[in-house]
Every structure is written in C-alpha cells, then in structure tokens.
C-alpha cells in the first residue's frame, strides 16, 4: 500500500472513529461503541477502560469494562503501578513484547509477545488495546493522530459522567419521595394486618375461653374439682388467654395511634367525672380490694378534649400503677393551674432506674425489673401518643425501688 492510500486509510478510520463517540450518554454504550470500532479497525483482540473514580478510591483506577472480559485479569491499578507512572510522562505510548518493561505492563490473561497501545483519558484515566499480531510500536506521528481522538472520547466520557451523577441526583430524589409514599402505604398495610390478624385470633381464643368454661362447670357437676391438677389446667388456659386478649388490644391500639390522620374529638369533659369512672371500674376488677385514692386542688373546671383518648392514657397509668405495686393505693392528684390541669398518678411500687426512664415511652420496652410482671410493652407507647394528640405532654419521675409518678398536662 503506498504511503498516499495510507494516509487515507488512516483519515477515514479516525473520521469513522469521530463519528461513533457520543452516540450515547450512557457510559458503558459510548466507551463500549468506541472500544470495539477501535479494536476492529485496529485489528486489536482486546480493550479495556480503567477510570479513576474518587467514590471508589481515588488512589486507583477501576476497570470500567473490558472486551472479552474474561481476557482481563487486573479490575484496579493503583498509582505505583509502571501503567500509571509511565502515562505521568507521556499522554500514550506503544511498547512492544521485544521491549524491555513489557511483562510488567501485563494485566491480561493469556498475553506473552504482541504490542500493547495505551491512552490516557485526561485525568480520568485511560484506554489499553493488546494485539498478539503487531510486533511493531507505533511512530509519534501515528500516536499524535489518534490521540485527537482519543481527546474527543476522553469528553464525551466526562459528560457521560455528569449525565450519571445528575441521573443519580434525580432518581435519588425520586426514590425519597417514592420511598416516602411506599412507607406510608407500608404502614397503611401494616395497620390493617395488625387488625386483621388480631380479629382473626379473637375467634379461636374465644372457642377456648368457652370451652375453658364449660369445662370447669362439667367438673362442677362431677365433683372433680378435688383433683388439685384439673383446676390448675383451666387456671392457666384462663391466664393465657387474658394475655392474648391484653396483647392484640394493645396491637390494635398501637395500629390505630400510630396512623397520621387520626380524628381527635375534642369536647368539653369533667376530668374529675372521668377519673371517678375508672376508679369504678378498677373497684370492679381488682382483687385485692384496692382503690384509686383522688385528690384535687383548685376549682373543678372542665377542659376541651378528647374524653375517649385521655380515658385510653387514664386507664393505661391507672392500670399499670396497680399492676406495679403491691400494697398502698394508687393516687391521683388533680391540679387545676391558670392555663392548664395537671394530673399526677402516683404508685409506691417498684420503680425505674434513670437509664429505663429514658426507653420507658418506647413501643414494646419493658424494665428489667418487671419481667415477671404480665405485659405488652406498649401501654405507655399508647398513652404518650393520647396525651400528645390531645395537645398534652407527659413526663415521669421515679425512683427504683420506691415509686412513680406520671404527670400528664393538659390544656383547657
């Protein structure tokens, strides 16, 4: 071929060259387009693009992709190595195996004798061809014409990367604000399988608690109530399905307190009204004859709320103010201030230390000392969210071993 239609040859390989550069702003079609068209018009048998992406580590450039792949050992160079040290003097280079320092540019498998043909890609990092047909290096001349090339591809790989990171921005935000709208529908879902499940236990426990029943009044009528064994066995059924029932309304409680959109019904309710009904209930149920002392202070004055979320945080800290404590009374004190009524309910049981109170309010916490105690864990996640849905706020103190005091505060 004569120097004249080489040149041509030449010209129309980096015109063809040009050409396929920025087809695409994907990164992996553009450097892919590129490499293959190079290799093909070079008779190159492989590429690969090593980038220096700082996210990764910013000592080493990352093999992007390579052609074979399964050809390409070495997926990072770090900058002490001969690659790099020898693109630090020099834009390309042509070396062939003939050479001395061509073994120690090897990072592909299978490679022995041929030439390799490396780029750098500006400061982002660089192009590396292998022939095993070439035994020659390439001239400067040749080296200078495809590094304008190379130069073009070297910038449509920085906009591809500026598309990437602004693709990313944008679906980052777009995954926020889906993640956003998944979670709400996620506790949506939840919610109603909470409720569902505990509507679905309600049926089967029952059964049981009806047949627990009937058989104490079979074993009434036979007179087996002597067999100490028998009496045992329903005793705790009975306990067993009390705790159930205690934990799917609790379930259901915490489902419907944690949903956003929660109606409060505020009227005008007598706290002290309210308190004397609970204190009837708790009379009713509490075996050991203890009561709810209530004392007051201040004009009885009536406040604007929801009666049946304040009754929900009520019966909660009344309930567990008995549960807790063994022998003196609970109490209640009722605190009417300028601009607000405190309640103050008041145990002597068994306390918290300083590092419980700070997870006490925390959905299924429970203290070590109660462990022995039945419970869910989520009745005071439920009272602080009452209290704080009818625009109150509650607190504990508590000395472990001694006493509780909640103190809810409310506004008229």
């Known amino acids: 071929?004569?120097?004249?239609?080489?040149?041509?040859?030449?010209?129309f390989m980096l015109y063809e060259l040009a050409l396929c550069i920025g087809r695409s702003l994907d990164l992996i079609d553009n450097i892919s387009l590129f490499m293959k068209t190079f290799m093909t018009r070079k008779n190159y048998e492989i590429g690969a693009v090593y980038l220096n992406q700082k996210?990764?580590?910013k000592n080493d450039c990352n093999l992007i992709l390579a052609h074979p792949e399964v050809r390409v050992l070495t997926k990072k160079i770090n900058k002490e190595h001969k690659l790099i040290k020898m693109l630090e003097e020099k834009k390309s280079f042509s070396i062939a195996s003939s050479e001395d320092g061509f073994n120690e540019l090897i990072t592909e498998n299978g490679v022995d004798k041929g030439e390799f043909l490396v780029f750098r890609l500006q400061n982002l990092g660089f192009i590396k061809f292998y022939s095993s047909v070439r035994k020659i290096k390439f001239s400067e001349l040749e080296l200078n014409q495809?590094?304008?090339?190379?130069?073009?591809?070297?910038?449509?790989?920085?906009?591809c990367l500026d598309h990437k990171r602004l693709l990313f921005e944008a679906r980052k935000r777009e995954k926020a604000e889906i993640a956003l709208i998944a979670e709400k529908k996620l506790h949506q879902e939840r919610t109603s399988f909470v409720s569902a499940v505990s509507h679905q236990f309600r049926t089967?426990?029952?059964?049981?608690?009806?047949n627990a029943?009937?058989?104490?009044?079979?074993?009434?009528?036979?007179?087996?109530?002597?067999?100490?064994?028998?009496?045992?066995?329903?005793?705790?059924?009975?306990?067993?399905?009390?705790?159930?029932?205690?934990?799917?309304?609790d379930l259901l409680e915490t489902g419907k307190m944690s949903q956003e959109d929660i109606e409060v019904k505020k009227q005008d309710v007598n706290i002290e009204s309210l308190l004397n009904d609970i204190n009837?209930?708790?009379?009713?149920?509490?075996?050991?004859?203890?009561?709810?002392?209530?004392?007051?202070?201040?004009?009885?004055?009536?406040i604007t709320t929801d009666p049946l979320l304040i009754g929900n945080a009520l019966n909660n800290l009344i309930s567990n103010a008995f549960k807790y404590s063994n022998e003196s009374n609970p109490r209640v004190d009722v605190i009417y201030l300028n601009a607000k009524v405190q309640l103050q309910i008041k145990d002597?049981?068994?306390?918290?230390?300083?590092?419980?109170?700070?997870?006490?309010?925390?959905?299924?916490?429970?203290?070590?000392?109660?462990?022995?105690?039945?419970?869910?864990?989520?009745?005071?996640?439920?009272?602080?969210?009452?209290?704080?849905?009818?625009?109150?706020?509650?607190?504990?103190?508590?000395?472990?071993?001694?006493?509780t005091t909640f103190t809810i505060e409310l506004p008229y």
């Open 280 to 302: 009837r209930n708790v009379k009713m149920i509490q075996k050991d004859g203890r009561f709810l002392t209530i004392n007051v202070r201040g004009k009885n004055k009536n």
């Open 1 to 11: 071929m004569s120097e004249e239609n080489r040149m041509v040859k030449d010209i």
């Open 204 to 210: 089967p426990l029952a059964i049981i608690q009806s």
């Open 348 to 403: 002597e049981g068994i306390g918290l230390s300083p590092s419980e109170k700070k997870n006490i309010f925390k959905p299924f916490y429970r203290s070590d000392n109660v462990q022995n105690v039945p419970g869910t864990g989520l009745g005071l996640s439920i009272a602080k969210r009452c209290v704080e849905l009818c625009s109150g706020t509650i607190q504990v103190e508590s000395t472990a071993n001694e006493s």
């Open 213 to 249: 029943d009937l058989l104490n009044m079979v074993l009434a009528k036979m007179n087996m109530h002597d067999n100490i064994q028998i009496p045992k066995i329903t005793t705790r059924i009975n306990s067993e399905i009390d705790k159930m029932v205690e934990l799917m309304n």
């Open 146 to 159: 495809m590094a304008t090339v190379i130069d073009i591809f070297s910038v449509s790989i920085t906009a």
């Open 55 to 57: 996210s990764l580590n």
